[in-house]
């Protein structure tokens, strides 16, 4: 050990408020800094050694750690007897820093704790993540709100919205495609072609993507069933479908459950 470190352990030791939690100064900052402000000058003055604040903060940790170390060495002695993992100079410098003794022993318990308490954390946390992954698969489980990932992030919908868009869905499907044919069999919800129709071709090519969307052929299956002759709207449709696509998705919900609600009032006045 140098002789500017057992300088520096005295002049730590005289300042119980830079070690001592149970110090009343020791959560004083203004009080610590000065007290180390004052320990580097004496380093300087005694021993030409500069140190900074943090350079001796950092000095003295660094002589603390290798005090656990040798203290853990001593506990190991006294249970297995090995003396050997001893080294000549650690008890000398053992009885220096023993004064660390009752802190160190709050800290190590600290630590211990902290590592108890990360595991216990972490073993939730995995219970939760296994919770969530087979939330779908339990009928008891109900949650509250239901995640939908877009491309920019997440986007949370409460459960009463999303009783509310399939109960208008519902609806639609009873008034649009739940009337039966004359065979018997039910009316077709899918978008039908006909000869008299005018660009039909066109139509399946230009709305490859949106004629999957089950509101937009619920529109178009209301025209459809409405009159089996050449619609006069539906090169509106085809130019409204195109401008549908320039809409954000996440708004395009909105906008479906709009039209669907204009529909079916036109609908009930007719």
């Given at each position: 050990?140098?002789n500017?470190?057992?300088?520096?352990?005295?002049?730590?030791?005289?300042?119980?408020?830079?070690?001592?939690r149970?110090?009343?100064?020791?959560?004083?900052?203004?009080?610590?800094?000065?007290?180390?402000?004052?320990?580097?000058?004496?380093?300087?003055r005694?021993?030409?050694?500069?140190y900074?604040?943090?350079q001796?903060?950092?000095?003295?940790?660094?002589?603390?750690?290798?005090?656990?170390?040798?203290?853990?060495?001593?506990?190991?002695?006294?249970?297995?007897?090995?003396?050997?993992?001893?080294?000549?100079?650690?008890?000398?410098?053992?009885r220096?820093?023993?004064?660390?003794?009752?802190?160190?022993?709050?800290?190590?318990?600290?630590?211990?704790?902290?590592?108890q308490?990360?595991?216990?954390?972490?073993?939730?946390?995995?219970?939760?993540?296994?919770?969530?992954?087979?939330?779908?698969?339990s009928?008891?489980?109900?949650?509250?709100?239901?995640?939908?990932?877009?491309?920019?992030g997440?986007d949370?919908?409460?459960?009463?919205?999303?009783?509310?868009?399939?109960?208008?869905?519902?609806?639609?499907?009873?008034?649009i495609?739940?009337?039966?044919?004359?065979?018997g069999?039910?009316?077709?919800n899918?978008?039908?072609?006909?000869?008299?129709?005018?660009?039909?071709?066109?139509?399946?090519k230009?709305?490859?993507?949106?004629?999957?969307?089950?509101c937009?052929q619920?529109?178009?299956?209301?025209?459809?069933?409405?009159?089996?002759?050449?619609?006069?709207?539906?090169?509106?449709?085809?130019s409204?479908?195109?401008?549908?696509?320039?809409?954000?998705?996440?708004?395009?919900?909105?906008?479906?459950?709009?039209?669907?609600?204009v529909?079916?009032?036109y609908?009930?006045?007719?």
């Amino acid at each position: 050990m140098k002789n500017f470190e057992y300088t520096m352990v005295k002049l730590v030791e005289a300042n119980p408020c830079l070690y001592d939690r149970k110090h009343y100064d020791h959560f004083n900052r203004f009080i610590k800094l000065s007290a180390w402000k004052s320990i580097c000058s004496e380093l300087k003055r005694t021993h030409g050694v500069e140190y900074s604040i943090s350079q001796a903060i950092g000095k003295f940790k660094s002589l603390r750690d290798r005090f656990v170390r040798i203290r853990r060495k001593k506990v190991e002695v006294e249970k297995t007897a090995n003396f050997s993992v001893l080294k000549p100079n650690d008890e000398a410098f053992f009885r220096l820093m023993n004064f660390l003794n009752d802190n160190v022993t709050h800290r190590l318990a600290n630590t211990e704790h902290r590592k108890q308490k990360h595991t216990s954390s972490c073993t939730s946390s995995e219970e939760t993540i296994d919770m969530t992954v087979h939330c779908d698969n339990s009928q008891e489980m109900s949650p509250q709100k239901i995640f939908i990932k877009e491309e920019d992030g997440f986007d949370m919908i409460s459960q009463s919205e999303m009783d509310r868009v399939e109960s208008i869905i519902s609806e639609e499907d009873e008034y649009i495609g739940g009337d039966q044919s004359e065979d018997g069999g039910e009316a077709s919800n899918v978008i039908t072609t006909t000869e008299n129709v005018e660009g039909a071709e066109t139509e399946s090519k230009d709305n490859s993507g949106l004629g999957n969307c089950a509101c937009y052929q619920k529109i178009m299956n209301c025209h459809t069933l409405s009159s089996e002759k050449s619609f006069p709207g539906l090169s509106f449709i085809e130019s409204l479908s195109l401008q549908m696509k320039k809409v954000p998705e996440n708004k395009q919900l909105d906008l479906q459950i709009e039209m669907l609600q204009v529909v079916r009032k036109y609908q009930s006045e007719a």
